[in-house]
């Protein structure tokens, strides 16, 4: 199985502030990669697929970039209703792996 | 817009099975794949198992292999996760989660249920 490692686990930031967390694969996934956002006792939420597609009805804030083994999901000014956790997904070999998580907490 | 209505919180003991339903509601599976992931108190997401509700053809995370079987009903537009010889272990929130094409690559998990939380106590 492709093994997915977030950086980093936790996040404190602040309203305003620019965030980027980082998926590394631990092989080529050329771009097929995923990134949701979950808040407690919620589904995740996709928010980009194909490594930097913003999928319909999330705010241009966010964007992805990366290719093979290295991702990024960057957040360009923190608002109050993103403090979550985020999880990057490899979808291009079965099964569909996630990383462990990145919990984004209020500074 | 398609939304995957799960159903309802299960409490099981050591050694039964459960069966969760996740039904397209405003919609149907079309040509859709239909997934089963599941996540432990405080833990991350793990995928469980898929199909392919109008080929009926489904595939399993080797974790559990023989123990969980995934089907779909084209008429009512409904899909289930079976999970059998329970343990402690097992108990999660559930969620279904539609990828929007048969190829999962370029595509993502886009609709997901509302989750069902499974807890499995004697």
């Known amino acids: 199985d492709i093994q997915l490692t977030q950086s980093p686990s936790f996040l404190s930031a602040s309203v305003g502030d620019r965030v980027t967390i980082t998926c590394r694969a631990s092989?080529?996934?050329?771009?097929?990669l995923a990134w949701y956002q979950q808040k407690p006792g919620k589904a995740p939420k996709l928010l980009i697929y194909a490594a930097s597609t913003l999928q319909s009805g999330v705010p241009s804030r966010f964007s992805g970039s990366g290719s093979g083994t290295e991702f990024t999901l960057t957040i360009s000014s923190l608002q109050p209703e993103d403090f979550a956790t985020y999880y990057c997904q490899q979808l291009n070999s079965y099964p569909p792996t996630f990383g462990q998580g990145t919990k984004l907490e209020i500074k | 817009q398609v939304q995957l209505v799960q159903s309802g919180a299960e409490v099981k003991k050591p050694g039964s099975s459960v069966k969760v339903s996740c039904k397209a509601s405003?919609?149907?599976?079309?040509?859709?794949?239909i997934s089963w992931v599941r996540q432990a108190p405080g833990q991350g997401l793990e995928w469980m198992g898929r199909?392919?509700?109008?080929?009926?053809?489904?595939n399993y995370a080797q974790k559990f292999q023989g123990r969980v079987t995934i089907t779909a009903d084209k008429s009512t537009s409904t899909a289930y996760m079976e999970l059998s010889s329970l343990r402690s272990e097992d108990t999660a929130v559930y969620y279904c989660?539609?990828?929007?094409?048969?190829?999962?690559?370029?595509?993502?998990?886009?609709?997901w249920g509302q989750g069902t939380m499974v807890t499995v106590s004697s």
């Open positions: 405003g919609g149907t599976f079309s040509s859709y794949t």
């Open positions: 092989q080529g996934i050329s771009s097929y």
């Open positions: 989660a539609r990828v929007p094409s048969l190829d999962m690559r370029g595509d993502a998990f886009d609709i």
């Open positions: 199909i392919i509700p109008i080929l009926g053809i489904a």
